[in-house]
T-cell receptor
């Protein structure tokens, strides 16, 4: 069975702090995709990143960076110099890269609050 | 361009009534997904459409739930004889292909269903 665990239910930081959101996944598939989505207070999920299991290179996009480690089944997300606008619930998700159901399996999310 | 749209944005109904939730996917997207998000929970997969057919209905919680998609576009999720435990945000997503791998899914704003 596939499972995504986001152990941090809520995180609160002060603006400009760095913060890392953890994601650990379980799958029997040897190839798969991993995703991060952001859900701001408005409610709409916003796609942030998709990585495939072949590519373990870390990725940086502005203040966001992602650390994918297949050996520990983790796909952690770091926000550098956090801002109030980063306050949201962040979801990590897992999906098939080849065959199988196309559905995504989501973690329960981490609620990030960035205080001014 | 236009994103995924859902209607209504909010629906309050009485226990035992039927409700219909509508989703308009991004134009040209062949795959469409329905998820449910209950308070404090992650996203729970309900059903996936490829064109007008539903290869995966494994997430529908009971036979009171059904969905259809017509013209490879609009989808309707119907809940019959609603129960209080059906109260949740129902999210729709679409992706360009969704065939055989976890394509990036783009989400609508959701319909908040409250069953009194």
């Amino acid at each position: 069975a596939q499972k995504v665990t986001q152990a941090q239910t809520e995180i609160s930081v002060v603006e400009k702090e760095d913060v890392t959101l953890d994601c650990v996944y379980e799958t029997r598939d040897t190839t798969y995709y991993l995703f991060w989505y952001k859900q701001p207070p408005s409610g709409e999920l916003v796609f942030l990143i998709r990585r495939n299991s072949f590519d373990e290179q870390n990725e940086i996009s502005g203040r966001y960076s992602w650390n994918f480690q297949k050996s520990t089944s983790s796909f952690n997300f770091t926000i550098t110099a956090s801002q109030v606008v980063d306050s949201a619930v962040y979801f990590c998700a897992l999906g098939p890269l080849r065959g199988g159901s196309e559905k995504l399996v989501f973690g329960k999310g981490t609620k990030l609050t960035v205080n001014p | 361009g236009a994103g995924v749209s859902q209607s209504p944005s909010n629906k309050v109904t009485e226990k035992g009534k039927d409700v219909e939730l509508r989703c308009d996917p991004i134009s040209g997207h062949t795959a469409l997904y329905w998820y449910r998000q209950s308070l404090g929970q992650g996203l729970e997969f309900l059903i996936y459409f490829q064109g007008n057919s539903a290869p995966d209905k494994s997430g529908l919680p009971s036979d009171r739930f059904s969905a259809e998609r017509t013209g490879g576009s609009v989808s309707t999720l119907t809940i019959q004889r609603t129960q209080q435990e059906d109260s949740a945000v129902y999210l729709c997503a679409s992706s360009p292909t969704g065939q055989g791998h976890a394509d990036t899914q783009y989400f609508g704003p959701g319909t908040r269903l409250t069953v009194l």
